[in-house]
């Protein structure tokens, strides 16, 4: 059964980097195999989706986050990795990584629990 796991810190300091890790497990997937995607939600509010990195190794950012996003992968360690730096507040959102999949549109077929990230000083 495959299994998305997110990890990381819970809270994040002002003007600081947040680093979050997914880690696929199960399904025997390779994760250089297919497309995976970090998407975010603060509360009350919907999913924001904030990029995603292809099997070529290409990544995409949303345009209101590509100055602060960066999206990699350790193909040796089944995981892809989540950088945002300058955090603020309004930073502060469940982050979910998911496996992204391309039909007559995107979609997304596997989803982590996702991981609780308060930015706070």
């Known amino acids: 059964q495959v299994q998305l796991q997110e990890s990381g810190p819970g809270l994040v300091k002002p003007s600081q980097t947040l680093s979050l890790t997914c880690t696929v497990s199960?399904?025997?997937?390779?994760?250089?195999?297919?497309?995976w995607t970090w998407i975010r939600q603060p509360p009350g509010k919907g999913l924001e989706w904030m990029g995603a990195i292809t099997p070529s190794g290409s990544a995409y950012y949303s345009p209101s986050l590509k100055s602060r996003t960066s999206i990699s992968r350790d193909t040796s360690k089944n995981q892809c990795t989540l950088q945002l730096t300058s955090v603020t507040p309004e930073d502060t959102a469940v982050y979910y990584c998911a496996r992204a999949v391309r039909g007559s549109t995107w979609s997304y077929d596997y989803w982590g629990q996702g991981t609780q990230v308060t930015v706070s000083s």
């Open positions: 199960g399904g025997s997937i390779t994760i250089n195999y297919d497309s």
